[in-house]
């Protein structure tokens, strides 16, 4: 319900003065795609890792005193989703399949990315470096946004804020288990380390 009544306020607000029309059946099923593909990958990437985050290689890590509790990233995720969803639907009502969402696409896809190298792999530092990318990426595509639409830009802030903190997280995450050694390191060094967290490969980082 709150969805529903979110979804027709922002969209309603701009889109039909700027196209002179009200929804079509059409509109709010292309809008369900978009809402599928995030809301729908993001959950099927939080399947796949469920194993990641619950088993005792993510509980034996040393955390910061700011880490969120576990329940907090489903509520916040299905936001972002949703209000990334919006975003990307009023994009495509007004330029289609364009550079803008191709962006879109690029950081939706290292966001879903980000998910197995951490919790499967768990690669600290890879997943690091990948989350970095994604913030750029995210930044690419709110600048996009906002050369056609800036509510659907402004609407892909709260993801870039959240992602931003997630990297600082991740990195915090990384200095703490300096010698947390993930599937790649692993397959190098044997797999002695794999699920550990000491490791005779330590990497070479001070705290």
Not at 47 to 56: D, M, T, V
Not at 72 to 78: A, E, I, M, R, S
């Given at each position: 319900v709150c969805s529903a009544v979110l979804f027709s306020f922002v969209i309603s607000s701009g889109i039909n003065a700027e196209y002179g029309r009200s929804l079509r059946a059409s509109d709010i099923w292309a809008f369900l795609v978009f809402l599928t593909i995030t809301e729908g990958g993001g959950a099927l990437m939080g399947?796949?890792?469920?194993?990641?985050?619950?088993?005792?290689w993510f509980k034996n890590l040393v955390k910061p005193s700011w880490n969120p509790p576990s329940w907090?990233?489903?509520?916040?995720?299905?936001t972002l989703y949703f209000l990334m969803a919006v975003a990307a639907?009023?994009?495509w009502r007004k330029v289609g399949f364009a550079m803008p969402l191709g962006s879109f696409f690029v950081q939706l896809a290292l966001n879903f990315a980000w998910v197995p190298i951490f919790a499967v792999?768990?690669?600290?530092?890879?997943?690091?470096?990948e989350i970095a990318l994604l913030d750029v990426a995210i930044i690419v595509c709110i600048v996009m946004f906002s050369q056609v639409d800036r509510l659907a830009a402004a609407l892909m802030i709260p993801y870039l804020l959240w992602s931003l903190f997630?990297?600082?997280?991740?990195?915090t995450l990384w200095r703490l288990n300096p010698t947390t050694v993930g599937l790649y390191c692993a397959s190098q060094f044997g797999d002695h380390g794999?699920?550990?967290?000491q490791t005779a490969v330590p990497l070479p980082i001070e705290l």
């Open positions: 399947i796949l890792s469920a194993g990641g985050f619950s088993g005792e907090l990233f489903g509520p916040v995720w299905t639907f009023r994009v792999c768990h690669e600290l530092l890879f997943a690091f470096v997630a990297s600082l997280l991740n990195f794999y699920h550990g967290y």
